[in-house]
Nanobody
Framework: QVQLVESGGGLVQPGGSLRLSCAASKIIFSIYNMNWYRQAPGKQRELVAVIHSGGYTNYADSVKGRFTISRENAKNTVYLQMSSLKVDDTAVYYC????????????WGQGTQVTVSS
C-alpha cells in the first residue's frame, strides 16, 4: 500500500526553524514531482513548494527566501527546511506526490502540524 508519512512538525517560536520530512513507500519515487501544501484554519489549502523529478523547484511568494525544498531519492524522502518562521506559517503541512506528466494518480500524506507561536 502506498504511503506518504510526514514528520518534523511541532511548536516553534517566531523566527525559529523547522525541517519537515516526507517518506514515501511503494512508489517509484524518482519519477514523481513532490509538493508541500499547507492548510490553515478557515483557509484554502495552498501550494507551498514544488520539486520536480528533474530537480526544478518553485515556491509560493509568501515563503520564498525562507523555505527550501529538497529531495533525497535514495531515501524516498522529500524535505522542507523552514527558517524565519512567522505566525502566519501556522498550518497543517501535507506532502503530495504527483507522477511526472500526470501519467498516474497522486498520493497524499496525512499531514503534520506546524504551530508558530510565542
Amino acid at each position: 500500500q502506498v504511503q506518504l508519512v510526514e514528520s518534523g512538525g511541532g511548536l516553534v517560536q517566531p523566527g525559529g526553524s523547522l525541517r519537515l520530512s516526507c517518506a514515501a513507500s511503494k512508489i517509484i519515487f524518482s519519477i514523481y514531482n513532490m509538493n508541500w501544501y499547507r492548510q490553515a484554519p478557515g483557509k484554502q489549502r495552498e501550494l507551498v513548494a514544488v520539486i520536480h523529478s528533474g530537480g526544478y523547484t518553485n515556491y509560493a511568494d509568501s515563503v520564498k527566501g525562507r523555505f527550501t525544498i529538497s529531495r533525497e531519492n535514495a531515501k524516498n524522502t522529500v524535505y522542507l527546511q523552514m527558517s524565519s518562521l512567522k505566525v502566519d506559517d501556522t498550518a497543517v503541512y501535507y506532502c503530495n506526490a504527483e507522477p511526472a506528466y500526470s501519467l498516474g494518480q497522486s498520493y497524499w500524506g496525512q499531514g503534520t502540524q506546524v504551530t508558530v507561536s510565542s
